[in-house]
């Protein structure tokens, strides 16, 4: 069974604070994204990396950076948190390719930005 | 830049009616079409794909449909059942070469005793 795995499932920062959201996945795949989910816009891609040390920009980047210097490890920074920044966060792992695989979901961070 | 569009945003049925969600999409290139589902507090899954060479599939009471001339593809849920209640996520995958899904805003599903 597939496993991502999120470091942290609520938090709470201040206005200005970097945070750093970890995901982990135990089967060897090779793609890991980032998603952000807020009601009414679904699941909207932020990041997201095909190989170790490589990423590429989804459709909402700004405000966010990526680190991937494992393959089981993919974080998601927020250099500067803002409230707007508020929001669902959902790390996922693709088994395969985006033709014949299936995204696996972690369970989400929901961070909250005061 | 390429989207998917999906409605209704939510839709309530009664039990052991029928419910559709109808989603749109806008790369032409797109060849693969996974449906979602997010039942409360949880992490989306997968419970059904369409691939553009196929018309049709069905899996005991879900199936989904694909028109690709109309870049438009649907979930039906037959025989609907109070545990089908759940956020419901259409997707494509972009050309590009990259492995990339694009979403669509979501359906909130609601099933009534």
């Not at chain 1, 508020?86 to 005061?114: D, H, I, K, N, P």
């Not at chain 2, 449906?35 to 899996?59: A, F, H, T």
């Not at chain 2, 609907?80 to 694009?102: H, M, R, W």
Request: with cysteine; proline share 3%.
């Amino acid at each position: 069974d597939v496993k991502v795995t999120q470091s942290s499932r609520y938090l709470v920062k201040r206005t200005g604070e970097k945070v750093f959201l970890e995901c982990v996945q135990d089967m060897d795949h090779e793609n890991m994204f980032w998603y952000r989910q807020d009601p009414g816009l679904g699941l909207r891609l932020i990041y997201f990396s095909y190989d170790v040390k490589m990423k590429e920009k989804g459709d909402i980047p700004e405000g966010y950076s990526v680190s991937r210097e494992k393959k089981e490890r993919f974080s998601l920074i927020l250099e500067s948190a803002s409230t707007n920044q508020t929001s669902m966060y959902l790390c996922a792992s693709l088994q395969g390719t985006a033709y014949t695989g299936e995204l696996f979901f972690g369970e989400g961070s929901r961070l909250t930005v005061l | 830049g390429e989207n998917v569009e999906q409605h209704p945003s939510t839709l309530s049925v009664q039990e052991g009616d029928s419910a559709v969600i109808k989603c749109t999409y806008s790369d032409s290139a797109s060849n693969y079409f996974p449906w979602y589902k997010q039942e409360l507090g949880k992490r989306p899954q997968l419970i059904i794909d369409i691939r553009s060479n196929v018309g049709e599939k069905k899996d005991q009471r879900i199936a989904v449909t694909l028109n690709k001339t109309a870049k438009h593809f649907s979930l039906h849920i037959t025989e609907t059942q109070p545990e089908d209640s759940a956020v419901y996520f259409c997707a494509a995958n972009l050309s590009g070469g990259y492995n990339k899904l694009i979403f669509g805003a979501g359906t909130r599903l609601a099933v009534h005793p």
